[in-house]
């Protein structure tokens, strides 16, 4: 996979999204009363109840509707940092896993360790 972690994160997001893996959004989701954008928001810094995350800790948005995921409408957040002052990611459960599982086929390739292939299947 081309790019640098930014790109490496994101595009794990998306398909968390798409192979329906991503637990805590599809929970959040299926709760929702009616259509509309859900954030997806890191978990290092979680804001009270009802309110928006800070910027930084927004990884992106995605629709829902009838209490589903649209996983094609997703849109990373463009301002939303690896790092910040309150640590490294904490992700959702399910994108979490996701990207691990993305990031050890990655190393794999890159250490000779797995035949080629896509790495994030």
């Known amino acids: 996979m081309e790019g640098g972690r930014e790109e490496v994160m994101q595009s794990a997001v998306k398909q968390s999204l798409e192979r329906g893996l991503a637990d805590t959004v599809i929970f959040e989701a299926s709760t929702r009363p009616g ?13 009270p109840a009802g309110r928006i995350g800070e910027t ?3 990884i992106g948005s ?3 509707e009838n209490g589903e995921v649209v996983p094609s409408t997703y849109e990373p957040q463009p301002s939303y940092r690896l790092i910040t002052q309150h640590g ?9 896993e996701h990207l691990l599982h993305v990031l050890r086929s990655i190393s794999a390739k890159e250490n000779g360790d797995a ?5 994030t299947s």
């Open 62 to 64: 995605v629709f829902v």
């Open 88 to 96: 490294p990611p904490i992700l959702p459960k399910g994108i979490d």
């Open 115 to 119: 035949p080629g292939g896509d790495e």
């Open 35 to 47: 259509d509309g954008y859900i954030h997806i928001t890191d978990e290092r810094a979680i804001p």
């Open 56 to 58: 930084e800790d927004l």
